[in-house]
């Protein structure tokens, strides 16, 4: 799970240009939108995309869940983990 957790801090660094941030400024558990890493709706865009390319996951837009599942990297790796592999064409 670790693995994954670097996996998706490189990737937010990576997709949303984070210039002034290093994988380890990012904490597992704070919030990803709003306070913590500070991160909007367009960032949300984007980060969905990215996690699609990277671990074939997909976020629909009717999923009342996506608030959740984007609530910090501990709640990102935790979806991917469960579900890897069910989204896959």
């Known amino acids: 799970m670790d693995d994954i ?3 998706i801090k490189e990737l937010i660094i990576d997709a949303l240009k984070l210039e002034d941030i290093t994988a380890g400024d990012i904490v ?3 919030p990803l939108f709003g306070e ?3 991160l909007d709706s367009i960032d949300a865009l ?3 995309v990215a996690l ?3 671990f074939g996951i997909r976020f629909s837009k009717e999923n009342a869940d996506n608030k959740k599942h984007f609530a910090s990297v501990d709640a ?3 979806y991917i983990e469960t579900t890897k592999g069910t989204n896959e064409n």
């Open 5 to 7: 957790k670097l996996q």
């Open 28 to 30: 597992d558990s704070e």
């Open 36 to 38: 913590g890493l500070g």
């Open 46 to 48: 984007e980060l969905g």
């Open 52 to 54: 699609r390319k990277k």
């Open 76 to 78: 990102l790796a935790t």
